[in-house]
T-cell receptor, first 110, second 113 residues
Framework: RKEVEQDPGPFNVPEGATVAFNCTYS??????FFWYRQDCRKEPKLLMS???SGNEDGRFTAQLNRASQYISLLIRDSKLSDSATYLC???????????FGTGTSLTVIP | DVKVTQSSRYLVKRTGEKVFLECVQD?????MFWYRQDPGLGLRLIYF???????EKGDIPEGYSVSREKKERFSLILESASTNQTSMYLC????????????FGAGTRLSVL
């Protein structure tokens, strides 16, 4: 079983829509969770970190469900500029290694 | 701003060549990482280092080696490049601890012909 699994999509949504991505992780002892954004042919950049139950930053909300071992990312009022691949990242706290999902592709359509 | 700098954005090498990819960070981070990213496979960890002269194998270390002689610099070495090492290589760095955040360099797109 993979450490981190994401639905690869693609998700194609109209501007203004709300879209949610889920990510499941296998190590129940994991402590740190992150969502990164990666634009085409660019490096991943941190979008949000999640250490407790959730985090909110403007139109973006990340939620952690430890019982079901998943984290979600909710994007409200989607903008064209939100089009990117969103990577789920988990630090299982067994060392310094991070585990990445394969990413979920989002395209926001005018 | 955290800065992670990779020495080359694009490289073209021939099979059998020795290839050096350099990465420098300016935030005094303890941890440094090398990943490769391939379509459909996501980021896969090659090696990481948590201190000078220390290294740990990641998930796919075969065909690669690393060097960390100074805290700010982490080098990835392909001893004898092969075509299946054509990929995007990403360097990252972070502080230690459970709430560490990784910062990435811009990546090196390597083509081995």
């Amino acid at each position: 079983r993979k450490e981190v699994e994401q639905d690869p999509g693609p998700f194609n949504v109209p501007e203004g829509a709300t879209v949610a991505f889920n990510c499941t992780y296998s190590n129940s002892a994991s402590q740190s969770f992150f969502w990164y954004r990666q634009d085409c042919r660019k490096e991943p950049k941190l979008l949000m970190s999640v250490y407790s139950s959730g985090n909110e930053d403007g139109r973006f909300t990340a939620q952690l469900n430890r019982a079901s071992q998943y984290i979600s990312l909710l994007i409200r009022d989607s903008k064209l500029s939100d089009s990117a691949t969103y990577l789920c990242v988990v630090n299982p706290n067994t060392g310094n290694q991070f585990y990445f999902g394969t990413g979920t592709s989002l395209t926001v359509i005018p | 701003d955290v800065k992670v700098t990779q020495s080359s954005r694009y490289l073209v090498k021939r099979t059998g060549e020795k290839v050096f990819l350099e990465c420098v960070q300016d935030m005094d981070h303890e941890n440094m990482f090398w990943y490769r990213q391939d379509p459909g496979l996501g980021l896969r960890l090659i090696y990481f280092s948590y201190d000078v002269k220390m290294k740990e194998k990641g998930d796919i270390p075969e065909g690669y080696s690393v060097s960390r002689e100074k805290k700010e610099r982490f080098s990835l070495i392909l001893e004898s490049a092969s075509t299946n090492q054509t990929s995007m290589y990403l360097c990252a760095s972070s502080f230690g601890g459970p709430k560490n955040i990784q910062y990435f360099g811009a990546g090196t797109r390597l083509s081995v012909l």
